[in-house]
Nanobody, 115 residues
Framework: QVQLVESGGGLVQAGGSLRLSCSAS????????MAWHRQGPGKQRELVAA???????NYADSVKGRFTISRDNAKNTVYLQMDSLKPEDTAVYSC?????????WGQGTQVTVSS
């Protein structure tokens, strides 16, 4: 059974940093593409960053230059380093992956950025 568990969220002032972690089990992590999404209050879920099994990354325009996605295949973990946080980054952040045609998501972790 695929399980994704996020951690690292919290309350931070604008300009601050947080690092989110997502630990995966039940998958052959090293061959899976991974992604972070977020859903802010009253907003649709949006892709924040993604990383392929080979380490290629892409980012939403709104976070380029501020967020960095990375992975540690030995620990079955994907990270999202978030710097220069803004109040508009406030959201529930979830990691996800696809196994075959089935998508899996963690429960999410709340990130709140105060102005």
């Amino acid at each position: 059974q695929v399980q994704l568990v996020e951690s690292g969220g919290g309350l931070v002032q604008a300009g601050g940093s947080l690092r989110l972690s997502c630990s995966a089990s039940g998958v052959i992590f090293s061959i899976n593409n991974m992604a972070w999404h977020r859903q802010g209050p009253g907003k649709q879920r949006e892709l924040v960053a993604a990383i392929t099994s080979g380490g290629r990354t892409n980012y939403a325009d709104s976070v380029k230059g501020r967020f960095t996605i990375s992975r540690d295949n030995a620990k079955n973990t994907v990270y999202l380093q978030m710097d220069s946080l803004k109040p508009e980054d406030t959201a529930v952040y979830s990691c996800g992956t696809t196994v075959g045609v089935v998508g899996y998501w963690g429960q999410g972790t709340q990130v709140t950025v105060s102005s």
